[in-house]
Each structure stands twice: as C-alpha cells, then as structure tokens.
C-alpha cells in the first residue's frame, strides 16, 4: 500500500529513525516528530492516514495525545507503540481511542500489517463518505422519511446512538422499519468503516440450525457439517449484528446469545475454544416481550442486555401526515417520478389503517407503477386494496344483504347493513364508519344501538 502517509511521534531518536527508514523503504511517506505536542502541530501539514505514536514521551505522551485529538475533533487511526508486558498500557489506549497497539521492540511485518489495517479503514471511511454525496443520500437516517413529530424524533434518537456501541432494542408492528433503523445504526457509525452489517431473521431459521447460524460449527460437529463454518457473529465482527424477530430465539439458545453479549467471546458448535468478537448487537421485534417473560419463553436477564435502549418505532397510522411524501418517494424509486396523486387516491390512503405498514404501501405503489408503466396519475383504482374498500358499501347492496321478496323490516335492514359493515372493517370503528358514510361518533351509536357493540366503556374481545 505505497503512497500511505505515516506520522511517526517518538522521543528515542534512534528509535525513530529506524522505523522511518524502514517505513519507507516499504513506500511510505513518513514525517517525524518528538513528543505529542510537536505531533499535534505537524498533523495538519503532513495529513497522515496513519499516526504511530509511542506511549511514554515527555511534555505530552501518547494518552495525552489522544485526548487532544478527540478535543479538536480529529479523526485519524492511531497506532500506539508500547513497551513489551505493558499490555495494561494498550488496553488504556485502546479504549481512549487508539485504532491499535505494537509492542516493542517492534517486529516490522506486524508493524507495516497494523499501519496497512488502519490506513484501510481509513480508506474504507472517505468511500464511503464520497459514495454518499454521489448518491445525494447524505446519512442513512435521512432515508426515514417524515415531516412528522414521531419520525423527526426518531430521526434524532437513531443519530445520537449510530456514534456509541450501546445495545439497541428496536419495537414496532411488521413493516414500520426495523431494519432501515438498524442500518442507520451502523452506517451512520464508526462501525460502517471497520466491519460488515450482518442481519440474522431469529423466525426465518429453524431452532436447530439457529446456533450453528449465530455461532458457527466445526466440520463434523453434526450430520451436515462437511466444512468448518463462520457465524454471524464472527461475520459482523467490527460491525453491527442485527437480530431480527429476537422474539423467536429458543429459550436454550437465548442463554448463549447472553454470554456473547456479556463477555464478548462464543464459541462454535462442536468446539471449545472460545473467540473474541467485537461486535454491536442491535435487535428487533414486534412481539411484546414483556408477556413472554411472564410466560417463561423468553429470558429476563437477556432482555435487559438487549434492551440498554429501547426504540419505538411508530406505525404507519400515528403518522399519517407523511403518507404522501411516501407515496410520492416510492413513485420515483418505481419509475414514475412524474405521476400525480389523485386526490381521491390521496384521502383513500390517509383513511386507510394500514396494517402492513410502510412496507404495505411500498408495496401498493410498486404494483402500480409495475402494471402501468409511464404512469401520469395515481387513482384509487390503481390502489386494489383501497379501492375494494371504498367499494365494499356498494358489495354490501349487491351480494352481502339481500332484499327478501316479500318485503323488508327497515329496522332489521339497518342492523343487517350495520353488523356486515362491522364484520367487513375487521371491528375497526372508523373503517366500519368510513364504509356506511357515518360520521365515526354516529356509527358508534347505531353499534351500540342494535347491541352490535357494548355500550361505552365496556369492550368484546378483539374489537377496536
């Protein structure tokens, strides 16, 4: 990797001429200094990729050096350099910030290895900023789109979390977008640059297999296991983990997934040799999994260690003022950037409870604009699901009550009108009011008028 700019910051004079011969009679360019303090100075002159940077230096040694670049908001990898059994020393380092540590006296491929690894993800961190203004995406958390107070918060959350390594428990219905927040997690992080976004669907895997997926297994382990496997875990290291549908893990599993979780280390199926991983778990579900821990199927202690903070992400129908920018967003993303909304269509949509949620009306328009390619306008008749709705009072008259021959009791009729519709909007008082005509409070009335619906402040099982 010729052309990587080192800065090397050490005292002992001969010390740091033998490391810049070597360094660059490998390719580097290399500037010097002799303390923390002179580093400073000479960081904006020389831009390194790289810092190497010795521990103990007087006037400012290595710890200080890094605080002071974490003060002015400097961001490049720091290799520290430290003494032979001061690991203490690197591990303070590492946790104040340094990318990595090399012990003297210094081996020179494990030095060249570790400036390689940094300047990569260096290389890694600017891509992936200029891919992002290539694409006008700016951060991922701009790709949840809302005007509303629920997503603006949201918004908000999600960026102060992508820049720690706190465990996340993200909540909400199928469909609100789960995993668009997890990878705004990850990718507005410092872990996009040092390791992958792994997810890992917990309802899609069987229980058997799940531990294998996660942890990985030895060849032989058991029937089917011909070649040593790589877990998620080991996947995602430097990265994020998603766990989707945490809900499902099998109550043998969970107590696992805890001891990866607390110590940082698994082990793969069929082997006892344990493995450190360094991985930021992020999990989802829309189960509440509070009554299943009541229940006994999901563990106390693990949701505690899942849920260090708790997201909730709201559904489509607390936030309806921003179904139009939706609608108009999947339009452009479809192919039809220049169609209209109906504004029939429009109201259909914001009267809709949208029990698929965002993915359910990503879903609508992309079947829209698939079977009307160069579409101009969007009706509710392109809206199937809408527009059997606005339709189901007419299917009412035509099929589901019929006119007896010899005459009708109007009153019966109401009821007949009333209860189909009840049954039709799936006990949903403003659907079911929507679908007569009725003012919500009116329909209301008539429910509990005919003894459809209790009266206020009682309520049957499954009604809304």
């Known amino acids: 990797m010729a052309g990587i700019r080192v800065l090397v910051i050490e005292d002992d004079k001969s010390f740091r001429q033998v490391v810049a011969y070597a360094l660059k009679q490998a390719g580097y360019e290399v500037t010097s200094a002799t303390n923390g303090r002179e580093g400073l100075e000479k960081l904006g002159e020389a831009r390194p990729n790289v810092v190497l940077c010795d521990m103990k230096m007087p006037e400012m040694d290595g710890l200080a050096f890094l605080g002071e670049m974490r003060r002015q908001q400097i961001d490049v990898p720091v290799v520290m350099v430290t003494a032979f059994g001061s690991i203490e020393s690197a591990v303070e380092a590492m946790r104040a910030g340094a990318f990595d540590y090399v012990t003297k006296p210094v081996n020179q491929d494990a030095l060249r290895a570790a400036i390689e690894r940094a300047a990569e993800r260096e290389r890694l961190r600017e891509e992936n900023r200029v891919l992002r203004e290539r694409l006008g995406t700016g951060s991922t958390v701009d790709r949840l789109i809302g005007v509303s107070e629920a997503m603006q ?45 792994v997810v890992l669907n917990c309802a899609a895997i069987p229980g058997e297999l799940l531990e294998s997926e996660l942890f990985g297994h030895k060849k032989g382990s058991f029937t089917g296991a011909v070649d040593d496997r790589l877990g998620k875990f080991e996947a995602a290291d430097g990265g994020t983990l998603f766990l989707d549908e945490i809900g499902d893990m099998p109550m043998a599993l969970q107590a696992k997934l805890l001891r990866a979780l607390q110590e940082g280390e698994i082990e793969r199926v069929g082997e006892n040799q344990a493995r450190r991983v360094n991985v930021r778990v992020v999990a989802a579900t829309n189960q509440p999994l509070e009554e299943q821990i009541t229940k006994g199927s999901f563990r106390r202690d693990l949701f505690y260690r899942l849920a260090v903070v708790p997201v909730e992400l709201p559904p489509l129908r607390a936030r309806r003022e921003d179904i139009p920018l939706l609608a108009r967003g999947f339009l452009t993303r479809y192919g039809c950037s220049g169609a209209e909304i109906a504004d029939e269509a429009l109201a259909a949509m914001e009267g809709y409870s949208w029990p698929g949620n965002v993915r359910e009306l990503e879903n609508l328009i992309q079947r829209a604009c698939a079977l009307n390619p160069g579409l101009r306008r969007l009706t509710v008749e392109d809206l199937p699901v809408l527009d059997g709705e606005r339709s ?17 009791n109007l009153e019966e009729w109401e009821k007949r009108i009333l209860q189909s519709a009840w049954e039709q909007s799936g006990h949903n008082q403003t659907r079911g009011a929507k679908l007569v005509g009725l003012p919500r409070q009116a329909f209301i009335y008539r429910l509990q008028k005919f003894g459809i619906l209790p009266p206020y402040g009682e309520k049957k099982e499954g009604e809304e």
């Open 153 to 197: 918060r949201l918004r908000g959350t999600l960026t102060k979390l992508a820049s720690s390594d706190a465990t996340v428990l993200l909540r909400g219905e199928s469909g609100v977008g789960k995993e668009l927040a997890a990878r705004a997690l990850h990718f507005d992080g410092p872990r996009a640059v040092l390791g992958k976004f």
């Open 392 to 408: 189901a009072a007419a299917s009412i008259l035509q099929g589901n009550v019929e006119l007896p021959k010899d005459g009708i």
